[in-house]
């Protein structure tokens, strides 16, 4: 491995994402490889693929869509974990840490060890994460079309970096910055997520981590595809119609939609001649304008930059103008009705659970007082036996 890339034996390896760079594929290859990483002295924090909670309780003080208050405390419970982990080197990684600003970063930072905290931004061109992005968005129950999405996003002046959501997380030049006035250029890395390099940024974590070429296997179950025009036009019609119900909660979508319809539709095989979400010409020029004034900042930073800068302008794989379908496969329609059953199951599954857990935590609290009454009502000697016999145990 590359000695210039290997952080040094103490530090916390930081990454920030954003989103749609890859980041799916680097969290399941340390997740589901923990074992393997201890065994080469790296610990990946967080109890799951990323520490969702915690980075967003920290970058922007919200919660995990879905759960309750107890995603609050999660930062300080990582930190804690960071801190007491005896590996040599840590890992850390989350998307959702682009979207802090400053006041965020210096949070991050400060729970971190600034002194001790190598951070990585894995980028891909902005004209290439459009059509990913608002294929998210339709997941997170977003009905608008896409058309009118990228109008929204798009029209007007060049966004500078200053406005929540996508250009928080997408005006890179503005979120390399941002990282590298807080940690110090010769402390961030830049890897550029390149169609005719797929493996780089698994294989620079790798070498960063001190971790054997081919350890961070992501698991299949972790797919994280594109959908195409079909699929994305079906996740937008059951947004909708999300939203138009009143009666499921935030919880039950979740469950049935995000982590059921959605996670079983992208295990599907897709067939070659379905059509991508395909992405107006007007539209990728923009980006590409976004992408072209990004890489030429970014080069200035005096960053570490690992591929292309000019693959920042690369075009989506789909180009022009295509109406959204309004016929579906028949199998895509099967794997969403599997798919909302078996995001049933888990929702039932868990809030057994949660009932279990409450109904043992009410029995231990009537176990402990009735305790304390046949404490209260028991005669001195008789407490002065039982002390006796516990003793002599």
Partial sequence: MPDDLLIPAGHRLLHIGPPKTATTAVQSGFHHNRESLAEQGVHYAGPGRQPMAAALAVATGRRVPGFGRDSEGRWDELVEE?????????????????????????????????????????????????????????????????????????????????????????????????????????????????????????????????????TLQPSPEDANRSLTAAEAALTRAISAEFRRRDDLDERAYHYLYRYGLASYLKQRETEPDEEPVTTPTWAVERAQQVGADAAEVIAGLGVRVIGDLGSLTEPPRAVGDAAEPDVLPV???????????????????????????????????????????????????????????????
């Fill in 331 to 393: 199998d895509l329609a099967a794997r969403a009705a599997i798919g909302v059953g078996l995001g049933a199951l888990r929702l039932v599954d868990r809030r057994e659970r949660v009932t279990a857990r409450k109904v043992a935590r009410e029995t231990r609290r009537q176990d402990r007082a009735e305790k304390g009454v046949r404490l209260r009502e028991a005669s001195v000697r008789e407490i002065v036996g039982e002390l006796r016999r516990r003793a002599r145990r």
């Fill in 82 to 214: 960071v801190r007491a982990a005896r590996a040599p080197r840590v890992v850390v990684s989350s998307e959702f840490f682009a979207d802090g600003d400053d006041d965020a970063v210096a949070r991050v930072l400060d729970g971190l060890g600034a002194g001790r905290t190598r951070v990585v931004v894995t980028l891909r061109s902005v004209a290439q994460i459009l059509p990913s992005q608002w294929q998210q968005l339709t997941q997170d129950r977003w009905p608008t079309p896409y058309d009118e999405w990228l109008h929204r996003e798009l029209d007007g002046t060049l966004p500078d970096g200053t406005a929540p959501g996508f250009w928080r997380r997408h005006r890179h030049d503005v979120l390399v910055r941002r990282w590298a006035e807080a940690v110090g250029p010769e402390n961030l890395t830049v890897v550029l997520a390149e169609r005719s390099e797929p493996d780089r940024v698994v294989h620079v974590f790798e070498d960063m981590a001190g971790l054997r070429r081919g």
